[in-house]
């Protein structure tokens, strides 16, 4: 270990380029490093927006955030300490993010006059050489020759080299945080094992990256960063939508029932069905369909037929499938609807987050078509959050919601992993028929639930359809007061899930006082760290955040009630805040962010502040 290391008790990295610049996968492989030496890592990927942008410019720029530290970490932080930038406009796009004093590496290649002038520099002004950095450490790399001279004899072209300049910049940080690169050699050997060329070419100029941190005067001190104290377990670094994926598998496995996964690809939900691909030896079915409303059809017959039906979408999609879960309401069918939020309306900002289809999750059917609404938080608890969904729609025969956004799926954290016995059993019954009975499809258990007959039974035929059901006969019936009776009975039996869901916990904080900061979903990790943050500096807060959000738990009306005050961030105009004024007639306020990025801790601080300020 060198003797001129400082010892950093966290850090935040973001790397930046082209599209072409492969800044995800070195910002991936610097965290999977990170999380296998023992830090707490999140991430934050920050896709361009368009395909292929033209290369060098502002629209082009893609991004990859990572805070690792040995003290707990809750999100990938504000403001980096360190900036790569590999061009022009990866600097112009992120350098209002980096702390005043942060580090920049620089790439010289994609400072030249071309770049410049794509990302929109005025002419003859080059931040490498006008001062206008003087308040950053500035560590320039001409990282694009330097690839070339280590490939020289490589005997490939210059396209080819320059696509390994990013294992250049990777090396180099390994030496700069005194990490190993071995970890990283063995990802290069299981991904170009068969094109010996290419990974001889990587794993170069990944040792020359590593060489040059330790030859160069550019850099004079490395920095530690020990490991985390963690709750003893076995730990993978996992994605959102990974394990969102692998909930779903243990809710198959735990039901005992085949998985039938019926999906259109859509950004950012399209992961889920990858993963889940992989995975036939647990009996996953995939099916890709040629749209989301046949995908959603599918996983309705399916569903029909027996198996744990799921399908996922993004908003647009969702909008699409929404007459089909109706009709699985209507049926009373269990299945998983997964809502992988994004930026909208329409299109909109299909690689950036958003949590704006929270009303559609509640509202976006037409008729009464209520259904259990459930939101994970962060990477790892989508899988704790995708098997509740799958418990829920099982054990009360209804179609659920899941809802997770493109922040959280596409982010990593180190993630203890469960074991089987860990979790929860989940009861699955099929009916039988009974000789000399009358089968009654709509009859209800102390759940609500009605029976769930597989098709071919002897015993069991009865009608299915979307028109509206006779109470238990499951007849066709256009009785207005049988119709009324059946609305409220669907909207009971949801309401009834509440029973046997627990008690909203305070995540951190007094159980009354004078605010109370309530999320849902990805805002989960800003908020935390705000709220112990704020308590920290003497203000008096609490942190809640939701997980059931149709039924809410028992409990949340007196918990609110208990606090002076109530905030929700939300990355909408305003949605959980709405539905929360209008069940418990408080006056909570929204912090609201639709910028398709997700909160600052700072933003929230500012808002706590705020009301403290606005209420002495």
Known sequence: MDQNSDVLDRVIIKFAGDSGDGMQLTGTQFTNTAALFGNDVSTFP??????????????????????????????????????????AAALKANLSGLKSGGTIIANLEGFDAKNLRLANYEPDKNPMEDGSLTNYRLVQIDVTKLTRASLADSGMGIKEIDRSKNMFVLGFLYWM?????????????????????????????????????ETTEAIETRYIVNPAKMEPGMYRNIMGNQAAAMGLIAASEKSGLEMFYGTYPITPASDILHELAKHKNFGVKTFQAEDEIAAICSVIGASFGGALAVTASSGPGIALKGEAMGLAVMLELPMVICNIQRGGPSTGLPTKTEQSDLFQAMYGRNGEAPL???????????????????????????????????????????????SAGDLPEIETEFAKSVDGEKYLPYKRDQKLSRPWAIPGTAGLEHRIGGLEKEHETGNISYDPENHEYMVKLREAKVEKIADFIPDLELDSGDSKGKVLVLGWGSTYGAIKTAAIEARAEGFEVSHAQLRYIKPFPKNLG????????????????????????????????????????????????EKIKEVYSNNK
């Open 177 to 213: 945080y005194n990490r190993s690169i071995e970890n990283s050699i063995k990802f290069l050997n299981d991904k170009f094992g068969k094109k010996p060329d290419i990974l001889e070419a990587n794993i170069k100029v990944l040792k020359a990256g590593y060489a040059y941190g």
């Open 46 to 87: 920050d896709f361009p927006a368009e395909i292929r942008a033209p290369q060098g410019t502002l629209a082009g720029v893609s991004g990859f955030q990572v805070h690792f530290g040995s003290v707990n970490i809750y999100s990938p932080g504000d403001k980096c300490d360190v900036l790569v930038a590999m061009n």
């Open 558 to 605: 007196e918990l609110l009630y208990s606090f002076d005050h109530v905030i929700i961030p939300e990355m909408n105009m305003g949605q959980l805040v709405k539905i929360i004024r209008d069940k418990y007639m408080i006056p909570a306020e929204g912090l609201n962010k639709i910028q398709g990025m997700p909160f600052t801790l700072n933003e929230i601080k």
């Open 372 to 418: 259990p609404v459930i939101a994970a938080n962060s990477p790892g608890d989508c899988f704790f959050a995708a098997f509740e969904a799958c418990k829920i729609a099982l054990e009360f025969m209804t179609p659920v919601m899941f809802l997770s956004d493109g922040y959280i799926a596409n982010g990593a954290e180190p993630w203890k992993f469960p």
